[in-house]
């Protein structure tokens, strides 16, 4: 079950072989109770939590929930 600042990592391009190729951090529920994530962005305008056309949501059968493949808690001591 993902908790607000895990990492979730995806596969974005399909031409970098197996390797994931991009990273978020997974935020919680938005106000429509989807689940989103904030990351990086190309352009230099810093993060955010839309990008490509749409929100970027982990939930649905939109871009990036299909693109998906693993999320990671850190444990900080």
Do not use: C, W
Not at 36 to 47: A, C
């Amino acid at each position: 079950m993902l908790q607000p600042d895990d990492l979730v990592f995806f596969k974005l391009d399909q031409r970098t072989g197996q390797r994931l190729d991009h990273i978020g951090m997974y935020m919680g529920h938005d106000s429509d109770g989807h689940l989103i994530f904030v990351s990086s962005r190309e352009e230099v305008n810093g993060p955010t939590i839309g990008d490509n056309g749409g929100t970027s949501r982990l939930d649905g059968n939109g871009y990036h929930a299909a693109t998906l493949r693993s999320a990671k808690r850190l444990q900080v001591f």
